[in-house]
């Protein structure tokens, strides 16, 4: 596993914005697919936005038009920008990376959005 470490969440009110980091160690993120996943208190984890190694980006419906993904291989990180958070937001946020079909994961940051 590679190791990936999450920044930027906490709390914040409905209609607020909330930016995640999750930088991965070494030179690894220029070959891997990346994903945030979340996980709401008692549910299960659901996958959130991906963008391939081409920058290709897809995202669940949920948040579609309020948050973006993107990559910076240079500096090893993948951004997650979430804009116009609502309550159902609220969750555990995951970094997940796909190198070469071995998949890593952060320990996670918690998101909390008030309303």
């Known amino acids: 596993q590679v190791p990936l470490v999450e920044s930027g969440g906490g709390s914040v009110q409905a209609g607020g914005s909330m930016r995640l980091s999750c930088v991965a160690s070494?030179?690894?993120?220029?070959?891997?697919?990346m994903s945030w996943y979340r996980q709401p208190p008692g549910l299960q984890r659901d996958l959130v936005a991906s963008?391939?190694?081409?920058?290709?980006?897809t995202y669940a419906d949920s948040v579609k038009g309020r948050f973006t993904i993107s990559r910076d291989n240079a500096k090893n990180t993948v951004s997650l920008q979430m804009n116009n958070l609502k309550p159902e937001d609220t969750a555990i946020y995951f970094c997940?990376?796909?190198?070469?079909?071995?998949?890593?994961w952060g320990q996670g940051t918690q998101v909390t959005v008030s309303s």
């Open positions: 997940n990376m796909n190198l070469f079909n071995k998949p890593s």
């Open positions: 963008i391939n190694v081409g920058g290709i980006t």
């Open positions: 070494g030179n690894t993120l220029q070959f891997a697919d």
